[in-house]
DNA sequence: CTGCATACCGGGAAAAACACCGGATTATTT
DNA sequence: AAATAATCCGGTGTTTTTCCCGGTATGCAG
């Protein structure tokens, strides 16, 4: 590198669990002039241990969901631990919680798995000089969570958990309540406090959102898709 | 290129619904001798018209789980429209499932998001050369299905498919037929038709088979999950 | 002791979901 | 012309869900 125009190279480490992904991505950023990628990791807690072993790079792109260690832990730690070291998210999901998480976890930026090349570079120039980068959907994120009650996620008591899988299924509330060893009322209960807490008006909306939250694994996630019309 | 050992450049074509992990893809792919990227499509629509258009690739590298059109779709169009065309299926689920329906749809090969480079080359060489490219997981893929009476999935009705959707929000009946422009009775027979044909016997049922066969998409699948028991 | 959260329960009523009876018009295929 | 499939619809009745009102008992922290 040349000594002049304040010619130093930033060091990048990529995190994403798919290697494809990150190879992929290794070879973007090597031909943006100015980045390096100094290390990789499939998850948060492999690229925790490369920290502690010495590796300080100057920006992160990290994915937000991965297996063993995610995204906004990840991010809550290096904040933590490292704060020197910037963190730009990397996701495919471009829904409002996860930018505000991820933001709210020391995020200085959010782009998308689809954004443009270009954007990717104006990405990383904003997060290493230490500003935040903004898309609009970021904007519009925060936009829409400002005022709110920081919205936190709803605290669930053991019950309710327990009555969430079982609401899940195709049990009505009379045989949860069985299974439960409770009267019908205080599952009702359980449903009413559940409705407040999580914002749903049915049963269903209960149910998706428990799946979406991963309060609920659906074991094989694969069956076979059902054909088109025929 | 040399004009000897056969010298010729394959043309590939990406197929993927983020642009980001196509561009790294078309860099890795570049760095590969013999291999030059010809198109890009989001999904498996876009990608069809282009070969409409004229273009005609020798190998797709097909993503499986794209909006619009999916790779199952696609790999199945392009062999009785241009069969021609080898399938490399590209993506990030390993389940069985999905490696069977890809091999079905016509796909020549299946290999994950996450695997090495090298890999990616050795599939690209089998591929291209008419061979399928075999990891030991679409061999167990395969084995574990041979013998099953097959398992059709039910066939859907575009009506059906539309009034599933619906049924995973939390629109009641009266509010779904409404969307759907029809009567509340109707929406009540695509229920009947659904529950016989997906062997479920509640609206959560319906739901939760939905989900699971990824008739729907709950977005972001990740959220925060809710605190635990204080 | 007081306040608070958890867990639990009863009854009544309206709305939604479910089940079963019947019917119809299109369009495509054979 | 007959058969098949997809779309659509009316009525009736039961069961479940949803939403209210009210309540008790326990344990735990200030």
Redesign the pocket.
């Known amino acids: 590198m040349t000594a002049q125009q304040e010619a130093r190279e930033y060091k990048i480490c990529l995190i994403d669990d798919h290697k494809l992904f990150r190879k992929g991505m290794a070879q973007l950023i090597g031909r943006i002039p100015g980045y390096k990628v100094c290390g990789e990791a499939g998850n948060g807690r492999d690229f925790i241990e490369m920290v502690q072993a010495g590796l300080t790079p100057d920006l992160v792109l990290l994915d937000v969901q991965m297996p063993v260690m995610n995204g906004e832990e990840t991010a809550s730690w290096l904040r933590q631990h490292a704060p020197s070291v910037r963190v730009l998210a990397l996701t495919m999901h471009d829904d409002e919680m996860h930018i505000i998480r991820m933001i709210r976890a020391g995020a200085r930026g959010y782009i998308l798995k689809d954004a443009e090349p270009e954007d990717l570079r104006t990405a990383l120039d904003t997060v290493v000089q230490g500003d935040f980068y903004h898309t609009p959907q970021v904007s519009r994120a925060m936009a829409n969570t400002i005022g709110l009650p920081a919205e936190e996620p709803p ?1 669930l ?4 958990r327990e009555f969430i899988e079982h ?1 899940c299924t195709e ?7 069985d299974v ?7 599952v ?5 406090e559940l ?1 407040e807490k999580l914002a749903v ?6 149910v998706v959102y428990a799946i979406r939250h991963e309060l609920v694994q659906l074991g094989g996630q694969g069956g076979t898709r059902p054909a088109q ?2």
């Open positions: 605290a008591t053991r019950r309710e609401a049990l009505t509330y009379k045989e949860i309540a439960m060893n409770c009267s019908l009322r205080t009702d209960g359980y449903r009413e409705f008006r049915s049963r269903v909306g209960l019309d025929r």
